[in-house]
Antibody, heavy 117, light 107 residues
Framework: QVQLVESGGGVVQPGRSLRLSCAAS????????MHWVRQAPGKGLEWVAV????????VYADSVKGRFTISRDNSKNTLYLQMSSLRAEDTAVYFC??????????WGQGTLVTVSS | EIVMTQSPATLSVSPGERAALSCRAS??????LAWYQQKPGQAPRLLIY???TRATGIPARFSGSGSGTEFTLTINSLQSEDFAVYYC?????????FGQGTKLEIK
């Protein structure tokens, strides 16, 4: 079955960097676009970024543009989110998710990132 | 960016009754709208896509309607497991955007 497992979350100081990973299994990873979506504690969902199936195109939310970079390694079935210049407002659970023609059909369980001094 | 507005913020309904959740887009998103259900501590689950098509394994008591800027998620004969938070999401324009959610609670 489709499985998405995020890792790499933790506590980080403001201004520092962190890289999240998402290991995919149970489907042909290289055939699907992938998203990162986040959810601040007690808040709603916020779309963060998407990458095309082959990595040829990427789109970012304005709130993270220039600070976050989405990437993928199709040989390792892994999605990444490199986060830099982190701010307190980036504190959230980060979900990786699979794209099917725009909607998100499968989600990981998420990894918590806490930005705090 | 397209703003998605859900109403009401909280909806109290008794088990066995029907719930209607609303989602409005600030500009047309055609039928490129999805609904998700999220329970505490869990990832969201896709319910509806294309405004009205149920995702795989979703019970028939869930239905979606609408196009353009006005959408509705209807849940008939509410079951205990249906009480959760529901989000709409447009995927017609970048950046994709979610509504703020409607919490469906037991009356």
């Amino acid at each position: 079955q489709v499985q998405l497992v995020e890792s790499g979350g933790g506590v980080v100081q403001p201004g520092r960097s962190l890289r999240l990973s998402c290991a995919a299994s149970g489907f042909t990873f290289s055939s699907f676009g992938m998203h990162w979506v986040r959810q601040a504690p007690g808040k709603g969902l916020e779309w963060v970024a998407v990458i095309w199936y082959d990595g040829s195109n990427k789109v970012y939310a304005d709130s993270v543009k220039g600070r976050f970079t989405i990437s993928r390694d199709n040989s390792k079935n892994t999605l990444y989110l490199q986060m830099s210049s982190l701010r307190a407002e980036d504190t959230a659970v980060y979900f990786c998710a699979r794209d099917i023609s725009g909607m998100i059909d499968c989600w990981g369980q998420g990894t918590l990132v806490t930005v705090s001094s | 960016e397209i703003v998605m507005t859900q109403s009401p913020a909280t909806l109290s309904v008794s088990p066995g009754e029907r719930a209607a959740l609303s989602c409005r887009a600030s500009q047309s998103v055609s039928s490129n709208l999805a609904w998700y259900q999220q329970k505490p501590g869990q990832a969201p689950r896709l319910l509806i896509y294309g405004a009205s098509t149920r995702a795989t394994g979703i019970p028939a008591r869930f239905s979606g309607s609408g196009s353009g800027t006005e959408f509705t998620l209807t849940i008939n004969s509410l079951q205990s497991e249906d009480f959760a938070v529901y989000y709409c999401q447009q995927y017609n324009n970048w950046p994709y955007t979610f509504g703020q959610g409607t919490k469906l609670e037991i009356k």
